[in-house]
Nanobody
Framework: QVQLVESGGGLVQAGGFLRLSCVGS????????MGWFRQAPGKEREFVAG????????DSADSVNGRFTISRVNVKNTVYLQMNGLTPEDTAVYYC???????????????????WGQGTQVTVSS
């Protein structure tokens, strides 16, 4: 498993932007597909975006398509989530997660991710 630490959350007004970062430990970071998930109070954890090991393939939820961008820099063991055009509906705790399975297909299922960060709070005011 890889240890993950998120940062970059905070309070922002609607229409604003934030960039989340997630740093992984160890020299095997590039062997993991990575994902961002979020969980709002009283709701289930939901997929936001995913990126393949090499960063070539990405996937994002319909609710954030065109506003959020996932990227990674493997030499820095870091995955990013650039969030633009934030709305109050984006308010949640955001988690990064690592998928160590051998498949090359990106997953939207939390159960397929075996390492999780502690989360970072994003609050969007109206």
């Amino acid at each position: 498993q890889v240890q993950l630490v998120e940062s970059g959350g905070g309070l922002v007004q609607a229409g604003g932007f934030l960039r989340l970062s997630c740093v992984g430990s160890g020299r095997t970071f590039s062997t993991y597909a990575m994902g961002w998930f979020r969980q709002a109070p009283g709701k289930e954890r939901e997929f936001v975006a995913g990126i393949s090991r090499g960063g070539v393939i990405t996937d994002s939820a319909d609710s954030v398509n065109g506003r959020f961008t996932i990227s990674r820099v493997n030499v820095k063991n870091t995955v990013y989530l650039q969030m633009n055009g934030l709305t109050p509906e984006d308010t949640a705790v955001y988690y990064c997660a690592a998928d160590g399975r051998s498949t090359s297909r990106l997953s939207r299922r939390p159960v397929d991710y075996d390492s999780w960060g502690q989360g970072t709070q994003v609050t969007v005011s109206s």
